[in-house]
């Protein structure tokens, strides 16, 4: 059984900067992609960022490329997601998400190809 626990959330002033994480337990399968999405209140839910494992191959939505990093240690069965120069607009509860995948490929942002989810951890930026 796999279970995905997001943690590492919580309140930040524009510009800051906050790094939430992931930790997996059960076995995914290798390779597979690891992603991040978010969902705003009256939003759809939408990918952030992802990353092959192993490979460590990374995509980024444009909202976030240049901001935001996405990396993982397979030893530690933990992805992480650093956001940087934090806005307003980026208030949201961020889920992590896996697939069995060969590698994340160019549909890396839709959620429906994720089979496991995490249960979210609240991101608020306050201007």
């Known amino acids: 059984q796999v279970q995905l626990v997001e943690s590492g959330g919580g309140s930040v002033q524009a510009g800051g900067s906050l790094r939430i994480s992931c930790a997996v337990f059960?076995?995914?399968?290798?390779?597979?992609?690891m992603g991040w999405f978010r969902q705003a209140p009256g939003k759809e839910r939408e990918g952030v960022a992802a990353?092959?494992?192993?490979?460590?191959?990374?995509y980024y939505a444009d909202s976030a490329k240049g901001r935001f990093t996405i990396s993982t240690d397979n030893a530690k069965n933990t992805v992480w997601l650093q956001m940087d120069s934090l806005k307003p607009e980026d208030t949201a509860i961020y889920y992590c998400?896996?697939?069995?995948?060969?590698?994340?490929?160019?549909?890396?942002?839709?959620?429906?190809?994720?089979?496991?989810w995490g249960q979210g951890t609240q991101v608020t930026v306050s201007s």
């Open positions: 059960g076995y995914i399968g290798s390779p597979n992609c």
């Open positions: 990353i092959n494992t192993p490979g460590r191959s990374t």
């Open positions: 998400a896996a697939k069995r995948a060969h590698t994340c490929d160019i549909y890396w942002y839709d959620r429906v190809r994720y089979l496991y």
